[in-house]
């Protein structure tokens, strides 16, 4: 309550409490799922491409039929049914192995769409929707403080639970873990949205002028993120020769050194609007700096340095991404779903870019070339910073446009 200015929504206090629990119990996996795929693939890394490839395809394919079924349903309805789905996809994970890869991976693929379908729509709309416009920044860098302090704890217990069991049971206790996420859905408030695009005008949405700058940004999120999701922890394996408790112990050492720093900027972030923007700015900068970094890096110590590094710099990039395009979609009023289906839909097509530039480098040169590409869409941030007026501006003349319609 010290850290917050405005008294907090019941409904962002219940997500966000869902929302840091799930994290929790994802920490335990965040290194090491692509490891585990590495490992189920026979170290075909280009079958650990294909598997968030496909992934990402399948729901950016089906996000806008998804959405017509969600006016249906209800978004309440529909991210509890997505967090149960996501704790069935890591359930069929704990159950796969060499043997039986070729029939559970497709379907944890499908599960693991159907997860997304259902949950993250209702959850960027909810929290844009319950979250204070003085305290937004201070919400998403609270959320990435805990996801950092659950990321102190979990890659080490998840080296640990591996190095005496099996990846089995690491499923097994992230499925308990999230299990515990539920709880806090069944008291959020209901949001009344109806998504009311078609789905080829919604494909002809994303790629309009009217929103083209924003959404390239947000394409350019989403190919660094799959590089930093699928193609880091791999490349920490190998230079580790394979030690998974030893991966958990460096990533446990470069999350713990940055927690703090996280919770400082949520409140840098909510004392000026301008601030926003010139912390993205700069900070991609230097973010594109450390994916440059990382090209060079040939001991744990090296990892440790350059983790830390691209950790303090992800957060002058991420929170006020994030905490800006949160603001563009509050900014949306009764579009804020159709923004936010965009808006993933975006994301999803990045992780697909990114996979077919990381394959394409990986068939002429080492794995650590693939960190230029991440720099290059680092510094693509910058359009968000650029353009958030202009989407401001759309959204008020769609406000307009529609008090005109109904007078």
Known sequence: MVYFTQKLNKGFVLLFTSQAIRKTALSLLSVFLPIFLFQIFDENFFLVLAFFGVAA????????????????FGFKRAIILGSSLGMLYFAILAFTDKSNALFLIPIAIGVSTLFKLFYWIPYHVDFAKFADPHDRGKGVSLLFALVSFAGVVGPIVAGYILDQTSFGVLFGVSVLLYAFSLGPLF???????????????????????????????ITALGVENIIAVAVWPLFIYLLLKGDLFDVGAVSTIIFGAVVILQL?????????????????????????IGWVGKMFVVTAFH??????????????????????????????????????????MALHLGHIIGIFGTAL???????????????????????????KKDVHMLAQHKAVSRYQLHH
């Open 361 to 387: 480098i990986l068939l002429f040169f080492p794995i650590e070339w693939t960190f230029a590409i991440a720099a290059g869409a680092t510094l693509l941030f910058n359009l968000l910073y650029y353009k």
């Open 187 to 217: 008291k959020l408030p209901e949001v009344n949205e109806s998504y009311r695009w078609g789905y080829k005008e919604t494909w002809r949405k994303l790629f309009s002028r009217e929103y083209r700058d924003p959404f390239i940004a």
């Open 264 to 288: 400082g900027m949520g409140k840098f972030l909510d004392v000026g609007e301008g601030k926003r923007y010139q912390t993205l700015h700069v900070g991609s900068i230097f973010s594109a």
């Open 57 to 72: 395809a399948l729901y950016a394919g089906f996000l806008p039929l998804g959405m017509q079924f969600m006016n249906r």
């Open 303 to 344: 990892i440790f340095i350059a983790g830390f590094y691209h950790g303090i710099t992800k957060i002058f990039t991420e929170t006020p991404f994030d905490t800006l395009v949160y603001e563009i979609a509050a900014d949306q009023g009764h579009y804020v779903d159709e923004f936010t289906v965009l808006k993933e």
